[in-house]
């Protein structure tokens, strides 16, 4: 018997307990919804269609031949799959590649160092950039600085990321990343270097999107071992660090990315919607597996259980695979274009979207459910009784976003809801060249698509209302 099966055994008890409060929600869709629970839990169909995605396509960088044509895969499975409303929606985009980077040490130790470039990231002069390393343990001792402070030179940042359950050490460190070289470029400096935002101590090195326009510098990041290596060097001599920097990334041209959109319409209130999904698109340095091949692969599946249900929900459920999460864009667009795209298109129709969530965060298995402040309690009973054989409990946090891809359409009012991945070791593969499938637990994804297409039910299926009474 499998860990996933056990825990369904064994939670089944406490699942019962909370039968009682539950029976204001129908009981033949809770029913249905521990049925598809159960179903999910004896195939793979999520691995099979991520399996399919990284090996076909590897990686999909937004705008590239790779992502489009993993578009046009997308949308035939899921017509293979029997959903309806099939679609491609397509937007422009600018192109940004990768090239080559380079970062070194020349004196007092000279040595090389193992970087990427940041996402977005412009190019140097062709002969690189050479200076004076100014470096600083915090991201907040380089704000400290004052304009000017760092004219001609190169800021580096050590900051580490801490290690979190749910990736909140992550979010605590993005802004290093994502506003860093702005901030070092105001300060006059020509070129910026961060230790990446990883939780593992791999020498290798994430990359990630970092905020586009005027002002910007080449910017760069560098492995953990490579950023532990260098705070030991400054330890050993009070003599400057200097570097030399070499990066062809830029924008290239421009392109196009694409929405890839399916759905199971709803058999009594089709124009209400609920929309969930991941985004196709990945950095180059992977195959893009976690992030978010997962995701687009979970809530996929989830559907397709669903959709092969003897009767429809009441409701109809819309799966969005996103492109162009990843790469930022020139002002004013910046990033999530395709998020961006698809609430912009549908922005007469958000009175009817029901609720939004996404899954992008790996893998890991679901270990907390988040909804709405203003959730019915009978209706999170509910739920709550058909999740908790997974090992899936109650966040009394309430949901206020659903995921990067689900912020515009949540910002024009529609509520969010969260299944919580355990994102524990989440950072040490994100953004890497280790974003490859054999990092999926096949098991744990299984229960992903359990919670998914149980808990759609739930909701597909009833009247509730997460909206704030008004």
Known sequence: MSLVLRRVSSLAFAAALLAGPAAAQDARTIAEAEQLRDRALQANVAYGLVSELTTRFGPRLAGSESEQA???????????????????????????????????????????????????????????????????????????????????????????????????????????????????????AVAYVLRSLGTHDHRF??????????????????????????????????????MRLFSSAGFTRQSESQNVIGEVRGREEPDEVIVIGGHLDSWDLGTGAIDDGAGVAITAAALKLIEDMPRQPRRTIRVVWWGSEEVSQPPPSQGLAGARHYAETRRDQMANHVAISESDFGAGPIYSLGLPAATPAEFRQAALRVLTPLGILNDPVPATGGGP??????????PAFRLNQDGTDYFDTHHTADDVLDRIDPEAMTQNVAAWAAFLWLLADSDVDLRPAQ
């Open 405 to 414: 891809d689900t912020w515009p359409t949540v910002a024009l009012g529609v």
């Open 70 to 188: 993993s578009a046009r895969w997308g949308a035939e499975t899921f017509r293979a799959m029997g959903f309806d409303n099939v679609s491609i929606e397509t937007f422009p985009l600018a192109l940004w590649e990768r090239g080559e980077a380079r970062v070194e040490i020349l004196s007092p130790f000279p040595q090389p160092l193992t970087v990427v470039s940041l996402g977005g990231s412009i190019a140097t002069p062709a002969d690189g950039i050479e200076g004076e390393a100014v470096i600083f343990e915090t991201y907040q001792q380089l704000l400290d600085q004052p304009e000017g402070s760092l004219t001609g030179k190169i800021a580096v940042v050590l900051q580490d990321t801490v290690q979190a359950q749910d990736g909140r050490g992550y979010g605590a460190t993005s802004p290093i990343r994502g506003a860093g070289p702005t901030e070092a470029a105001r300060r006059g």
């Open 205 to 242: 090195a994430h990359t990630g999107a970092t905020r586009v326009g005027e002002g910007t510098i080449p910017a760069f990041a560098m492995s953990p071992p490579d950023a532990d290596q260098l705070r030991r060097l400054i330890r050993l001599t009070d003599e400057p660090v200097r």
